[in-house]
């Protein structure tokens, strides 16, 4: 059986140095690679089907039958990678906790621990007839979170 390791080196040695990072590599025990890519730009067709060429270039199937597949990290897919959150800083995003609540709010940082992300609520000032918006931070360690991803406005 192919491992997931091995995909990941010869994911890594071929898109090191380009705008392309790897997000996940995954094999099932049917031998099904998926292979998630993303990029500060945007990941083209193009990008995928060289990717795609140059995993099938590395393996043999004579020795191991496999199914593969290639494709950009998806725009409501959860983020997997450092390197995701920092792509989507000052964008907003869903938070879903592992208590099960959704939030949305705009992603200001993030480091080893945690994430820095700003939400909006509304508040009635004393003597006011009308709620405001208030902006608050809040600092959401990730063992709190079960995902966070792009907050999609349709």
Same mark, same amino acid.
């Given at each position: 059986?192919?491992?997931?390791?091995?995909?990941?080196?010869?994911?890594?040695?071929?898109i090191?140095?380009? *705008?392309?990072?790897?997000?996940?590599?995954?094999?099932?025990?049917?031998?099904?690679i998926?292979?998630?890519?993303?990029?500060?730009?945007?990941?083209?067709l #193009?990008?995928?089907?060289?990717?795609?060429? *140059? +995993?099938?270039?590395?393996?043999?199937?004579?020795? /191991?039958?496999? /199914?593969?597949?290639?494709?950009?990290?998806?725009?409501?897919? @959860?983020?997997?990678?450092?390197?995701?959150?920092?792509?989507?800083?000052?964008?907003?995003?869903?938070?879903?906790?592992?208590?099960?609540?959704?939030?949305?709010?705009?992603?200001?940082? *993030?480091?080893?621990?945690?994430?820095?992300?700003?939400? #909006?609520?509304? /508040?009635? @000032? &004393?003597?006011?007839?009308?709620? +405001?918006?208030?902006?608050?931070?809040?600092? #959401?360690?990730? &063992?709190? +979170?079960?995902?966070?991803?792009? *907050?999609?406005i #349709?």
């Open positions: 059986m192919i491992s997931a390791k091995t995909i990941e080196q010869i994911v890594t040695d071929k090191v140095g380009s *705008h392309m990072y790897l997000v996940e590599a995954t094999v099932s025990a049917a031998n099904a998926n292979v998630f890519v993303d990029s500060e730009e945007a990941v083209t #193009i990008d995928c089907m060289e990717l795609s060429k *140059h +995993i099938e270039s590395q393996l043999d199937r004579d020795v /191991e039958d496999f /199914e593969l597949s290639v494709s950009s990290a998806g725009l409501s897919e @959860p983020f997997k990678v450092a390197r995701q959150f920092a792509k989507n800083i000052n964008k907003l995003v869903e938070i879903v906790g592992k208590d099960g609540q959704k939030r949305v709010g705009t992603l200001l940082s *993030h480091s080893n621990s945690g994430i820095e992300v700003e939400f #909006i609520k509304k /508040e009635k @000032p &004393e003597g006011a007839k009308r709620k +405001i918006d208030v902006a608050f931070k809040e600092l #959401i360690p990730f &063992e709190a +979170i079960k995902l966070v991803r792009l *907050h999609i #349709i």
